[in-house]
């Protein structure tokens, strides 16, 4: 039987390399528990580091919509990806992007999170939000943006990855800190 699902290129029996079979499925569902994460926090208000987290920022103080600002913000990046991780990185990405940009926007018309605590929503939005991503790196895709940008820095210049992307989410969360501290709303002078 292995061999002859090899035969047709179903599933690779090598475990580190993947069939465009899989790589749908891979891609496909990476996406698909990235989006379940994303909107686990965005329904207690919450969000995450990088180009999510910076969409998030969008989405909260202007209304865009969440899907379109995560996608466009990943836009920029798919340059540096091109030239640096190659077009098969790329493509999957960029398929990946926009997989979770419409699955976390079509999310909300097949489900509704009526309540649900922050902790518990920042638990498993974080959890979910780190297997998709997981899944999509196994397929050598990923979620974009700051990720890549990190990549490019560590290749250039010797600067860690993850300290790139570390830097960046703690942007992300001081520009979200400010934004809570100074809402009009908040303080009402008697």
Do not use: C
């Not at 207690?44 to 209304?63: I, K, P, R």
């Not at 995560?70 to 990185?89: D, E, I, M, Q, V």
């Not at 960029?94 to 909300?108: C, P, R």
């Not at 990923?142 to 790139?164: D, H, N, P």
């Amino acid at each position: 039987m292995a061999q002859t699902s090899s035969v047709f290129g179903l599933w690779n029996t090598s475990p580190t390399r993947h069939t465009p079979l899989e790589d749908v499925q891979g891609v496909f569902s990476g996406s698909l528990v990235a989006a379940l994460g994303l909107y686990f926090l965005a329904s207690a208000g919450l969000l995450t580091g990088s180009t999510a987290g910076v969409a998030f920022l969008l989405h909260y103080a202007t209304g865009v919509n969440f899907g379109l600002a995560f996608f466009l913000l990943n836009l920029p990046f798919f340059y540096l990806s091109l030239k640096r991780l190659g077009t098969a990185f790329t493509l999957k990405t960029f398929i990946a992007i926009g997989l979770t940009s419409v699955l976390t926007d079509v999310q909300s018309r097949l489900f509704a999170i009526d309540q649900i605590h922050p902790g518990w929503a920042a638990l498993l939005g974080g959890l979910l939000l780190g297997y998709g991503v997981l899944a999509l790196y196994r397929h050598r895709a990923s979620l974009g943006g700051v990720g890549i940008l990190g990549v490019y820095l560590q290749e250039r210049f010797g600067i860690r990855a993850g300290l790139v992307q570390l830097a960046i989410d703690m942007m992300v969360l001081a520009v979200a800190f400010a934004a809570i501290n100074h809402r009009s709303d908040r303080y009402i002078a008697l």
